[in-house]
């Protein structure tokens, strides 16, 4: 049995881990997008999904990749599939990315309103910086 101090800090450290990989992933995928767009001189729907492809096969996260892998690991140990010769997280990671950050740019309306939030947040509010409350606080635009 953990002790509550072992509990809280479980909890700390997978909050961290989980907001790092978040930050690296959008990061990696603002910066592809503006890479892209850098190159070609204008913005193309292509961009996201092409971005967080990349991002998304560099950076592993959450997102339904990690109950649908646990599932597919649970149909090989029941027996209703057999076991992949290779590892096929990275290829399922890269598609699921790839569709979400589309979807979000192009049809957000598709998505649950706490993701688009969330992603809002994340890929659009920030954007704009006016100073450090935008980071600690919450990045809104400033109305006069």
Known sequence: MLSL?????????ATFTHSRNLA??????KGLQALQQHF???HLQSHSFLAA???????????LSRILFALSRL???KGFIPQPKKDPF??????????VLWLFEYHPHTLQPSLQSSM???YHD???WHDISDFLIYNKPKTN
């Open 120 to 122: 809002n947040y994340l």
């Open 24 to 29: 690296c992933f959008v990061f990696t995928y």
């Open 126 to 128: 920030s954007n704009t």
């Open 75 to 77: 149909a090989v140990e």
């Open 53 to 63: 492809c990349l991002g998304g096969w560099l950076i592993n996260m959450y997102l």
């Open 5 to 13: 101090r072992e509990k809280f800090r479980a909890i700390a450290q």
């Open 40 to 42: 070609q001189g204008k």
């Open 90 to 99: 990275p290829l399922f990671a890269t598609l699921v990315w790839g569709v």
